[in-house]
Structure formats: C-alpha cells, structure tokens
C-alpha cells in the first residue's frame, strides 16, 4: 500500500524567509509524485510533477525535489500570497490511477 | 475554458437520507475521478470513471456509488448518510485515462446533521 507523510504539518514563516516543506513516499514503484496547492474553501491546483530521482521542477517562488524516498518543495523568499495548504501525492505502479495523499502542510506567511 | 464544475458548492443532510453531488470535467477531458477530503486531512480517493463505467474504486463502502454520462459529467451518490460522511467532496477530471495531472474542482462541502 502507498503511502506519504508531509511534515512538518503546519509552518510560520516571515516574508523573505526562506524554508523546505517535506513529503516522504513507500511506493510499489514511482509512476509520478505531485505537488498541489490548496487554498481555504478551494480545490487543490497542480503545482508540478516528478517522475525520478534527481528531478527538479520550479515556478517562480517554489522549487520542487526528488530523491527515491522524499521530495521537497522548497519556498524562497516567500510572499503572503503563498500562504496555502501544500499536498503532495504519489501514483504507484500497484495503484492504478489512484493518487494516494500526505495531510498536507499549512504554510502561513507574515508581512 | 471552464475548468472542473461542481454542484451544488454546500449541502446539508440529515442521517439516513441520500444525496447526489454532480461534476462537470474541463474541456476535453474524458476522465472524472472522485476524491473525499476530511477537514485538516489530505483528499482520499473514492472511484474513477472513465467510458461510463467504474475503472478503479478506493478503500469506501458500497454506499457511495456514482455514473458517468455520454458528455463526460458524472455524479456521486451517497446512501444512508452517516455523520463521518461529512466532508469536502472533490471531482477531478483528466484525460489519458488519469495518466496526466488532475485537475479538481472546487468542491462539494457536505454536511451530514
């Protein structure tokens, strides 16, 4: 069974202040890790996709990673309007089209 | 180009009764997927339908049930609604049969009294 953990599950930043949002995956076998964001009373919206190990993607402010067990979403110098829910979610081998989700990590930015 | 639609946005329901939620996938896409998401949790994935057949169901009781009709739109039905069924409800359609990102709507926020 997948499996994915998000840590830590809430975070405070000051604005600029740059940090590292965590995802850690047990997968039969990769088919594609994605990174969401999800604002209050909103559905989550496609940030990126990572299919293998030393992959990275970036979109302005935020920058993802990943390694065979984790990957990162990396925010610098973040903004107030970054402030969200960021999910991630992996599709294994085993699992069909399914997307198995972390609980997420509730970033909060302050001016 | 209308992304994902979902309706109604709020519901609220007693236990017992029976709701439909209906989802309306973007342009293009053929594939719709239907996910619950639980307050502070991470959305968990119900079925996916794909040529008006069920493709691929989660870990959820023979009470949720759903359709997919000729042009692609789906609904979500629930039975005997119990007071865990309370959740945010979340359609996502793709196309490649869900190989591709997901795209979600906004939402079902339901809530069993």
């Known amino acids: 069974e997948d499996q994915v953990t998000q840590s830590p599950e809430a975070l405070r930043l000051q604005e600029g202040e740059s940090s590292s949002l965590n995802c850690s995956y047990t997968?039969?076998?990769?088919?594609?890790l994605f990174w969401y964001r999800q604002d209050p009373g909103k559905g989550p919206e496609f940030l990126f996709t990572l299919y293998s190990a030393g992959e990275e993607k970036e979109k302005e402010r935020l920058k993802a990673t990943l390694t065979k067990k984790e990957s990162f979403l990396h925010i610098t110098a973040p903004k107030p309007e970054d402030s969200a829910t960021y999910l991630c979610?992996?599709?294994?081998?085993?699992?069909?089209?399914?997307?198995?989700f972390g609980g997420g990590t509730r970033l909060m930015v302050k001016p | 180009d209308a992304g994902v639609t979902q309706s109604p946005t709020h519901l609220i329901k007693t236990r017992g009764q029976q709701v439909t939620l209906r989802c309306s996938p973007k342009?293009?896409?053929?594939?719709v997927s239907w996910y619950q998401q639980a307050l502070g949790q991470g959305p968990q994935f119900i079925f996916q339908?794909?040529?008006?057949?069920?493709?691929q169901r989660g870990n959820f009781p023979d009470r949720f049930s759903g359709h997919q009709f000729p042009n692609y739109s789906s609904e979500l039905n629930v039975n005997a609604l119990l007071l865990g069924d309370s959740a945010l409800y979340l359609c996502?359609?793709?196309?490649?049969?869900?190989?591709?990102?997901?795209?979600f709507g906004n939402g079902t926020r339901l809530t069993v009294t």
């Open positions: 997968v039969s076998g990769l088919r594609g």
């Open positions: 979610a992996v599709r294994g081998y085993n699992a069909g089209n399914m997307l198995t």
């Open positions: 996502a359609s793709s196309w490649d049969r869900g190989q591709r990102p997901l795209h």
């Open positions: 342009s293009g896409h053929d594939t």
């Open positions: 339908y794909y040529e008006e057949e069920e493709r």
